[in-house]
């Protein structure tokens, strides 16, 4: 097991900054050559802090002569300590949702980095009103969010000083409101020394961003949208109140049960919390659990579903400590109730029990003194922060999707075809089946811990 420390943390820091400075960049010059080396620069940073974070969470990396940590540790006087693991669902949706916005900048920037556009950009760009000629065709794009015409047109160039035959006389499309006519006026960018390599037309303040080579208000706009959604996870994720404190949902109002008992080992089992109201009742979920023992019989202590019980058990095998538990009246015997094991070294563990049905579940003794002072007392630790057993499968997809952004930024399916359509699928379909192959794997290590107990 490894405890996350300074390094680790920092690791991850230098991870997501490289995603930042990434968007950035790609803000900064969203048009410009292949392969973009400032892209590159990032990612290779971003990857290298993984690595470190990898080397360090499975213990490959640990820093020569450092000690091992003692058992318990003391909190600074005052200082609330919070139990991370009830956190960590919002944390992997934040890091769901953050992930997409550097990928969604990159498909806006290979979108726009057009062979049509490097064409115009090589040839003396202009922006100017062109007059269409003649219009080959209009399809009407209608969907639940939008609808407008998109037309096929040949336009003539009024800033050429030409007319007749001889006029250049390029290429484009155009969307519109509503068809458009012979003789319309539109403003589009296009190459005064050689017009055959067409037209594009658009906002004067879209165009003036492919000739700058800087993000347009439209991006802008998109990116801020999109934005709300990682803002949103990240609010949920980081409030105050996202983990909670030891004691939190443990001593509530009732009849709080304290048992004696001793850690013997690791298995899993049904946690089935209480519903909210009769209508919203959710399913057990299978999670791990510690075994405890005491002198009226076992219990199990329900954890969060990203922590490994077998290392833990082991780290703490033998140790004794109270349970605390508040069940209701109204409580069935299979329902979870949230539940704190205070060590005797005076560290904890949330987690959540059943009610169960005496004798085979011990009921405990009521406090009728005063509840333990918890709240600067110090979380359980180390934990295993990787499960190889358990992430290697989500470790690979995200590594997929990582090699797909790489080609990507390289210049690879620049020109369209099978590969300009499959990468961007792969890079943003990689961390979702990831994250998904990674809550499978640990559904069957938890199986398998059921049937070995």
Not at 119 to 147: C, E, F, M, W
Not at 333 to 362: C, F, I, K, M, N
Request: proline letters at 9%; one cysteine or more.
């Amino acid at each position: 097991m490894r405890e996350r420390d300074r390094a680790t943390a920092s690791a991850s820091a230098i991870a997501w900054a490289g995603a930042a400075a990434f968007v950035v960049c790609l803000l900064a010059r969203k048009v410009a050559p292949y392969p973009r080396w400032d892209l590159l620069a990032c990612l290779v940073v971003s990857a290298g802090a993984v690595l470190v974070w990898w080397l360090r969470a499975s213990g490959r990396l640990a820093p020569a002569g450092r000690a091992a940590p003692e058992p318990a540790r003391s909190v600074a006087a005052g200082r609330r300590t919070r139990w991370w693991p009830e956190r960590r669902l919002e944390l992997v949706l934040l890091a769901l949702t953050a992930l997409p916005l550097p990928l969604v900048m990159l498909l806006l920037s290979t979108t726009a980095n057009t062979p049509q556009v490097d064409a115009i950009l090589a040839h003396h760009p202009r922006i100017s009103q062109v007059t269409i000629a003649q219009v080959h065709h209009s399809y009407l794009k209608d969907g639940r969010n939008y609808r407008y015409y998109e037309s096929a047109v040949t336009v003539t160039l009024a800033a050429t000083g030409r007319s007749g035959k001889g006029a250049p006389r390029p290429k484009g499309t155009v969307q519109t409101s509503q068809p458009p006519h012979p003789g319309d006026r539109f403003l589009g960018l296009y190459a005064a020394d050689d017009p055959t390599a067409g037209v594009i037309l658009d906002s004067r303040a879209e165009l003036r961003a492919l000739l700058d080579g800087r993000a347009g208000p439209g991006d802008l706009a998109m990116l801020a949208l999109y934005s709300l959604f990682p803002l949103g996870a990240a609010v949920a994720a980081l409030r105050p109140r996202a983990a909670p404190l030891a004691s939190d949902g443990v001593f509530g109002d009732g009849d709080t049960r304290m048992l004696r008992v001793r850690l013997v080992g690791a298995g899993a089992g049904d946690r089935l919390r209480r519903p909210v109201s009769a209508s919203k009742q959710a399913g057990p979920l299978l999670s791990p659990a510690l075994r405890l023992a005491s002198s009226s019989g076992d219990r199990d202590l329900l954890l969060e579903r990203c922590l490994d019980p077998v290392p833990l058990a082991e780290a703490l095998k033998g140790s004794w400590g109270r349970l605390y538990w508040t069940p209701r009246a109204e409580d069935r015997p299979e329902w979870s109730t949230p539940a704190l094991l205070v060590l005797d070294d005076g560290r904890y563990v949330r987690g959540a029990t059943t009610r169960g049905t005496p004798p085979e579940a011990p009921a405990g003794e009521a406090v009728s003194g005063p509840l333990p002072d918890v709240e600067t007392s110090r979380p359980v630790g180390p934990y295993a922060l990787w499960q190889p057993h358990v992430h290697r499968p989500g470790v690979i997809c995200f590594g997929i999707a990582f090699l797909a952004v790489v080609l990507l930024v390289s210049g690879v399916g620049y020109d369209g075809g099978m590969l300009g359509t499959a990468l961007p699928l792969v890079a943003a379909a990689g961390p979702t089946v990831g994250v998904m192959l990674i809550g499978r794997r640990r559904t069957c290590y938890l199986r398998q811990l059921v049937q070995q107990t």
